[in-house]
Nanobody, 121 residues
Framework: EVQLVESGGGLVQAGGSLRLSCAAS????????ITWFRQAPGKEREGVSC????????YYANSVKGRFTISSDNAKNTVYLQMNSLKLEDTAVYYC??????????????WGQGTQVTVSS
């Protein structure tokens, strides 16, 4: 059974940090790029960051560049999103998704259920 399971969300004050995890199972993790998306109420889903082992590349949205860091532990089939200097506008449900091979691939074959991140003032 294919699974992507996010964890690590929660409530944090502005300026604080959180680390999200996306644990994958049921598919060949090394062959897939993992993207973090987020969606805030009333807003469109936004691609936040992506990592691909196959192409040895990472991607960040301008809105998080310099504050978020994506990493992968292939031995654990897990991708992390370290989020620092959090802002109120980072509040959203964060999802991870897997697409074959690269960060520019589509469609996304697998999705997680999401984890809530709430940044308070």
């Amino acid at each position: 059974e294919v699974q992507l399971v996010e964890s690590g969300g929660g409530l944090v004050q502005a300026g604080g940090s959180l680390r999200l995890s996306c644990a994958a199972s049921g598919f060949t993790f090394d062959d897939y790029a993992i993207t973090w998306f987020r969606q805030a109420p009333g807003k469109e889903r936004e691609g936040v960051s992506c990592i691909s082992s196959s192409t040895d590349s990472t991607y960040y949205a301008n809105s998080v560049k310099g504050r978020f860091t994506i990493s992968s532990d292939n031995a654990k089939n897990t991708v992390y999103l370290q989020m620092n200097s959090l802002k109120l506008e980072d509040t959203a449900v964060y999802y991870c998704a897997a697409a074959y091979y690269s960060c520019s691939s589509s469609p996304y074959d697998y999705w997680g259920q999401g984890t809530q991140v709430t940044v308070s003032s």
